[in-house]
């Protein structure tokens, strides 16, 4: 079983929807749970970052983490065009030196 | 723009050929990290250099090294390639040593796309 499981898309939705992009994870020992955002041709940037379990909302998106299922999960509320990228959960474990494990990523469309 | 940079853009070679990727950080961050980007593993982490030591290492193959220069900008290099060499490779950097994301973010640059025939 791979450690972060993605699916890669893609996914479209018409301008305006609301977009849940999903992550589920085997080690239960991740504690820091990200998104990244990675436009094409494009380096990632960071888009949310949370803590352990809960939730987190930035604007127009909100990072959800359940780690009693080991799922995260990614909403973006009024979703625009500009929003169109592949999106990346990314997690690591609570030791400052472990590196990040990302998913392979979910390519998102949104339609004028 | 993250305000790191990564040179060349696009690197085109054959195989059994080495490369050497160029990365320079964001001014004030001291730790760069490596990653390769392919279809079929995603965004897989290489290599970190903090203040020039090495600091932490991921899947980077012995053919693949890398070092942090005293103005700790990074090269990449990359021997004996293989047409599975073939990927997106992006440069990082982090103030600090950690790059966990709330204290330490990552920056990425716009990456090297590397094409092994």
């Known amino acids: 079983q791979k450690e972060v499981e993605q699916d890669p898309g893609p996914l479209s939705v018409p301008e305006g929807a609301i977009v849940s992009l999903n992550c589920t994870y085997s080690?239960?020992?991740?504690?820091?749970f990200m998104w990244y955002r990675q436009y094409s041709r494009k380096g990632p940037e960071l888009l949310m970052y949370?803590?352990?379990?809960g939730n987190k909302e930035d604007g127009r998106f909100t990072a959800q983490v359940d780690k009693s299922s080991k799922y995260i999960s990614l909403f973006i509320r009024d979703s625009q065009p500009s929003d169109s990228a592949t999106y990346l959960c990314?997690?690591?474990?609570?030791?400052?030196?472990?590196?990040?494990?990302f998913g392979k990523g979910t390519r998102l469309h949104i339609l004028p | 723009d993250s305000g790191v940079t990564q040179t060349p853009k696009h690197l085109i070679t054959a195989t059994g050929q080495r490369v050497t990727l160029r990365c320079s950080p964001r001014?004030?961050?001291?730790?760069v990290y490596w990653y390769q980007q392919s279809l079929d593993q995603g965004l897989q982490f290489l290599i970190q250099?903090?203040?020039?030591?090495?600091?932490a290492k991921g899947n980077i193959l012995e053919r693949f090294s890398a070092q942090q220069f005293p103005d700790l900008h990074s090269e990449l290099n990359l021997s004996s390639l293989e047409l599975g060499d073939s990927a997106l490779y992006f440069c990082?950097?982090?103030?600090?040593?950690?790059?966990?994301?709330?204290?330490?973010?990552?920056?990425f640059g716009p990456g090297t796309r590397l094409t092994v025939l």
């Open positions: 990082a950097s982090s103030v600090g040593a950690s790059g966990r994301a709330e204290a330490d973010t990552q920056y």
């Open positions: 080690n239960s020992a991740f504690q820091y």
């Open positions: 949370t803590y352990s379990s």
């Open positions: 990314a997690m690591s474990l609570l030791n400052r030196d472990d590196k990040i494990i």
């Open positions: 001014s004030g961050d001291l730790s």
């Open positions: 250099y903090y203040n020039g030591e090495e600091r």
